[in-house]
């Protein structure tokens, strides 16, 4: 049997950070459609306010039930990577429903291990918003 692989996570502060946002706005979502500058950095949305589709990839779920989407492009670029979401002081210039609280999301990554990499590539392919 081949080990569930995730390919995104939290940290305590994120973690901290969205289920506040949860509990003001009600459930939410994460894209990164990495464009330059802060296009690269998670967004964070309404649940269904930022429609995705075919270009899309459902990376997982962090926080519990909170669907991280990347576009299809930058999956591409980063398919043998761990995404960890965390949150440093300042404001992005995004749309991002953390902006007004003074903090921003970022991601910080590793390369997946040989054996992640093996796990991920024999399950099946991620989801797409298609």
Request: glycine content about 12%.
């Amino acid at each position: 049997m081949t080990e569930q692989v995730d390919r995104v996570a939290l940290t305590e502060q994120a973690e901290t950070l969205l289920r506040s946002l949860i509990l003001r706005h009600g459930p939410v979502m994460f894209h990164q459609s990495g464009g330059c500058c802060d296009g690269s950095a998670p967004m964070c949305f309404p649940a269904g306010e930022f429609r995705v589709g075919a270009a899309d990839v459902l990376l997982g779920h962090v926080g519990g039930d909170t669907e991280f989407w990347m576009s299809a492009d930058q999956f591409e670029y980063w398919r043998h990577t761990h995404l960890t979401v965390d949150v440093v002081p300042g404001r992005g210039s995004g749309f991002s429903l953390e902006a007004p609280d003074g903090v921003r999301f970022l991601i910080r990554s590793r390369l997946l291990t040989d054996a992640e990499v093996a796990a991920v590539e024999a399950g099946p392919p991620p989801r797409t918003g298609a």
